[in-house]
């Protein structure tokens, strides 16, 4: 069965790899598998024919077959279940590597898209000014304890694993705000997962959307 995701038509980002179908398209990429990509403007993610196949209008969402998912993680999480490459065989080390995607999303990831409402979104409100420095120091204490647990390791749990691209994915989504280079550790843990070359693959299939020509209104 072929599988098929959406994607923003035109990413806010311009094509950095921020938007969550790149982390869909980077585990594809790990386990060998081919997929099609189905565009989707932010007009579309309002319609009924997106809204059933996700409730919340956004993307990515995912096909195959009868099957249909939404949210990064459960995707990332039925291609790590169902293919090899993103998990270990070990059960005890599988179930930790679920736990740092969970602990990626869970804990780390919701104090930086504070960060990102707080500046795109809510960038004129008066209480912003007063509410950036606590949600930046936030940001810096799930960092310095992330950090202080990698240590000099170069992934979570031993060999690179869905938490690893799970979590390397969420810090991508810090570095524009130039927090994430204050932890050199980090900031080197993210670049070897961009180096890999799943995910060289993946920036590449999305920029190549953002680069294309804008679609005719």
């Known amino acids: 069965m072929s599988i098929v995701i959406t994607a923003f038509e035109r990413s806010p980002d311009g094509g950095l790899g921020l938007a969550r179908d790149t982390r869909v398209r980077w585990a594809l990429e790990e ?21 059933g196949l996700h409730p919340f209008g956004q993307i990515p969402t995912y096909e195959e077959g ?3 998912l939404f ?17 270990p065989d070990d059960a ?25 409402t707080a500046r795109f979104v809510e960038g004129d409100k008066p209480w ?4 950036m420095p606590l949600i930046a120091d936030r940001i810096r204490g799930r960092l310095d304890r992330l950090a202080t647990h990698l240590g000099a ?9 869905a938490g690893d691209l799970m979590m390397v994915s969420v ?13 050199p550790s980090l900031a080197a843990y993210v670049a070897r997962g961009e180096a890999r070359p799943a995910y060289q693959r993946a920036f590449a299939a999305q920029l190549a959307i953002n680069a294309a020509p804008a679609p005719a209104p």
């Open 31 to 51: 386990v060998g598998r081919p997929y099609g990509v189905r565009l989707v403007s932010f007009g579309a993610m309002k319609e009924p024919a997106h809204l």
């Open 66 to 68: 009868d099957l249909v």
């Open 71 to 87: 949210e990064s993680g459960a995707i990332i999480f039925h291609l790590a279940d169902r293919h090899t490459g993103l998990l």
């Open 92 to 116: 005890n080390a599988r179930a930790r590597a679920i736990t740092w995607m969970f602990a990626a999303l869970n804990t780390v990831e919701p104090p930086i898209l504070e960060l990102v």
């Open 128 to 131: 912003t000014q007063e509410r």
């Open 153 to 161: 390791a170069e992934w979570l749990d031993g060999e690179s694993s």
């Open 171 to 183: 810090l991508l989504r810090l570095r524009p705000s130039g927090i994430l280079a204050e932890f």
